[in-house]
């Protein structure tokens, strides 16, 4: 079974608006860390944003923020005021607690921002 | 500019060919891994070294052998690898094992294989 899904393989946003990227998972360890990657098309995977299964609070950072809703195992990241610079393959990861070094990673969402 | 620095960044082999990938980290990290990626695919597991020793092999073939000097250097040696092989090779680092500690990841070393 699929840990990670993200269901959008592609998504287009206008320039200066808002876009949400989907991510689910599914885990039964209890303590468990979710991230979210960006990698432009010059290959580097750049850390966004984190947010841990305990953190009662949505994460963010900056433009990024994680929209987290537990009961539903779903993390969402948010870009608000979008940019050129934004296009880009995004991955979801999560880290179990049980996982040891292992990082499971979605299939990706490629990000297209239109000027 | 990244914290992890993979160093080269682009590398052209024929299948008889010796080479060698680093990958070099000054963040103090004791986990280092080595990932490969394929186009429009995201990165599978290869590698991991903690405080240096071989931790994680995830059963790959032993024309990619792995080294760790010391604690800031991993390299990737590679000696008869097939077309298959082309893609692109993510070297991270982590302060550890805990679910809440982030990869960091250098650049990648886009490796063809003629």
């Known amino acids: 079974a699929q840990k990670i899904t993200q269901t959008q393989p592609g998504m287009f946003v206008q320039e200066k608006e808002a876009v949400t990227l989907d991510c689910t998972y599914d885990?039964?360890?209890?303590?468990?860390?979710l991230f979210w990657y960006k990698q432009p098309s010059s290959g580097e995977m750049i850390f966004l944003i984190y947010q841990g299964s305990y953190d009662q609070q949505n994460a963010t950072e900056g433009r990024y923020s994680l929209n987290f809703q537990k009961a539903r195992k779903s993390a969402n990241l948010v870009i608000s005021a979008s940019q050129l610079g934004d296009s880009a393959m995004y991955f979801c990861a999560m880290r179990e607690n049980t996982g040891g070094f292992k990082t499971i990673f979605g299939a990706g969402t490629r990000l297209f921002v239109k000027a | 500019d990244t914290e992890v620095t993979q160093t080269p960044k682009h590398l052209v082999m024929g299948m008889t060919n010796k080479k060698s990938l680093k990958c070099e980290q000054h963040?103090?990290?004791?986990?280092m891994y080595w990932y490969k990626q394929k186009a429009k695919k995201p990165p599978e597991l290869m590698f991991v070294?903690?405080?240096?020793?071989?931790?994680i092999n995830e059963s790959v073939p032993s024309r990619f052998s792995p080294e760790c000097p010391n604690s800031s250097l991993l390299n990737l040696h590679l000696h008869a690898l097939q077309p298959e092989d082309s893609a692109l090779y993510l070297c991270?680092?982590?302060?550890?094992?805990?679910?809440?500690?982030?990869?960091?990841f250098g650049d990648g070393t886009r490796l063809s294989i003629l």
């Open positions: 963040m103090g990290h004791r986990a």
């Open positions: 991270a680092s982590s302060p550890g094992q805990a679910f809440n500690q982030p990869q960091h």
């Open positions: 885990t039964s360890d209890p303590s468990y860390g």
């Open positions: 070294y903690s405080y240096e020793k071989l931790s």
